[in-house]
């Protein structure tokens, strides 16, 4: 079989500091070796080597907080109104192969509609379209009334395409099973309002015995269960119930951290947007949004806790509301700046987020550059461990490689 050999990588491999001229050699979808030109394999005549010259290699990011099928809306009544489920499937196949060749070879799904997801998945593993490795998330399930049961009753549309109403554990759990057999892979509650919702992040959406029975259902039947929860009372009763994703968390704590790490709660943190609305009222003077007082003071929280929970060892993973209009697909390297220049992370930790952490949320191995890892890899011309906002430019990925295949290259074999 023929091999892929990368010389002279500025390597980045998801865990340790970048290490200078090293060589990593692709054999079918894995990576085969990883060292010095003196201690990895030699190229025969059927192999293709690429002389990186310093260039960085990494592996690719995983977006874990992904609404494939949002289209840029305006409003939230867009986004399962405005188009019908079939062109709404196009515009996600558009959008993943869009997230793919910005440099994300995994995404995991935060909620979608019409069972968008999982069709796309299935449509992606068999080669139909181009698109990353996808857990697949389904219908937002829901209490009577809450943020997201927004269509007035006089409308007698129900949420079906959307959501899931659901009121009492017996029927979250029943939901959950349903959504199950329809092919999900993760499931999308929400336990609290806030983080731009309706109902402010103080207001608990459902009770304890409901996110209980959710997410005992969910994993009585092997998958994973996220929420959006934003307070403290909301995030303890998530970690009481064991739930595998607290979305944003922009309220927690040193007890909520302090569980999180116990348990191995994955937090995506979902600053990207708060942070650039806030940013360009710094910039202009003019506010973006209505609620942009109340985002300043929860991101001044978020600046302060985030590098605590880093510390701790919170897993945090990469992901926000991309598809809404002011934060549309295409931006999604933009996030991890946020990261940087708000809570002060360092780009390196940044990219384990993006990368490993990533990687073992989406259940697939790879995030890591290391020999029997999936070779989903990319090669950046500059270094982003220095400078985050490299990534923002998909004209600076030369390669993007998924399971020992390039989908994007730019590079000229010797």
Known sequence: MRRTFFRGANLIDGINRPKANTTVVVEGERITAV???SNTPKPTAQDVVYDLAGKSLMPGMVMCHYHVAYDNVMNLHDIDMKYPATYLALIAAKNAELLLRS???GAVGAGTMHNIDVTLKQAIDNKLILG????????DLVTTGDSVDCHPDFWKLNMDGLARICDGPDDFRKAVREEIKRGVEMIKLYPTGGHGLM???????MSQ????????????????????IISKKGILAGLKANIDVIDHGDMMDAECIEGMVKQGTFVTPSLYFPWKMVEQKRKTGKAGFSGIDEMEKGLEHSYQIIPKAQQAGVKFVIGDDFGIGVMPHGEYTCELEAYVKGPGISPLEVITWATKNGYELLGQDGGIIQAGKLAD?????????KDITILQDRNNLDVVMKGGEFVTCQLTPN
């Open 377 to 385: 890899l990319l090669v950046v011309n500059g270094n982003p461990a």
């Open 35 to 37: 060292g010095s030109s």
């Open 132 to 139: 990353p490795r996808f857990l697949s998330c389904g219908r």
């Open 209 to 228: 015995a409901e996110i209980d029975a959710a997410v005992e259902a969910a994993h009585e039947r092997g998958k994973k269960i996220r929420g959006h």
């Open 199 to 205: 109902w402010p992040a103080d207001v608990m959406t």
């Open 103 to 105: 440099g994300y070879t």
